[in-house]
């Protein structure tokens, strides 16, 4: 790790390099300032070289900062050295009193490198997208938006392709999509849930999971039986498909 700064009356400058390992390389060069209880980063270039792609910034982004509230200004990041089809986009503002709204955009984002990243060893794979608009505040905010991952893969084993659209409120998190086979040509099985989850952006969340009932239901006529052999040890098969509904009920602690 190569560390650069310079600081002098509340402002300064910042260049950052990390060598994780093998050819991975991220490099950030950033301003700022800092006054009490507010200031702001200027992300001037930041550049995320795995070992597969590179993500780079497209253009210079604000992150602001005042009491407990937050505001990002154009945060781009796109794969292939910033002229491939992946991207991240994040703007908006969620302030600590007054409502606000946020956008989150991730297209064609490869997963397992970003895990890498986050120094996360869950062996998942596929291509993110993720749509999501947060409105209200950090501590109670409201979402809405949809997720897809597609050419899914758990320890190596392919999944179907996962559609689902959520909605979050008052500490409840609602979904309703579908499983279909990996070109998207066939529904495999539905799903639906309510979840009970504290999805707020707080400086401190003691515990994610909260109590109150938890309701998931996925039915279908061709379930693929080869990834539920990856998450059940006694279940022995590996091919074929199953049709039928599992309903789950009850708590988080007491399902």
């Not at 899914?152 to 579908?178: C, K, Q, V, W």
């Not at 994610?208 to 379930?223: A, F």
């Amino acid at each position: 790790t190569h560390a650069k700064a310079t600081y002098h009356s509340g402002t300064g400058d910042l260049a950052l390099e990390v060598f994780p390992g093998d050819t991975a390389a991220y490099r950030l060069r950033a301003a700022y300032t800092l006054r009490t209880d507010e200031g702001e980063v200027r992300l001037q270039d930041v550049n995320l070289h795995f070992d597969s792609t590179a993500w780079n910034s497209t253009r210079e982004s604000v992150i602001r900062w005042r009491n407990k509230g937050l505001e990002i200004d154009s945060l781009e990041l796109r794969s292939n050295n910033g002229k491939g089809q992946g991207r991240i986009f994040v703007n908006g503002e969620m302030p600590d009193r007054d409502p606000g709204r946020l956008e989150v955009r991730v297209d064609s984002l490869r997963v397992a490198p970003w895990l890498t990243l986050l120094q996360s060893n869950l062996p998942v794979d596929g291509i993110a997208t993720f749509a999501a608009t947060i409105e209200g505040t950090r501590a109670a905010p409201t979402m809405h938006g949809s997720v897809r991952l597609a050419r899914a893969s758990y320890r190596a084993t392919p999944f179907p392709e996962i559609r689902s659209e959520f909605t979050y409120d008052d500490r409840r998190l609602h979904f309703e999509g579908n499983l279909t086979q990996a070109n998207g040509a066939s529904q495999l099985a539905r799903m639906k849930g309510d979840l009970p989850i504290d999805l707020s952006l707080r400086d401190s969340v003691e515990k994610r999971t909260i109590d109150g009932p938890v309701v998931i239901d996925i039915e279908g006529d061709s379930i693929p039986l080869g990834p539920v052999a990856e998450f059940v040890e006694e279940f022995s098969v590996h091919k074929g498909e199953a049709r039928g509904r599992i309903g789950v009920r009850g708590s988080w602690n007491q399902p």
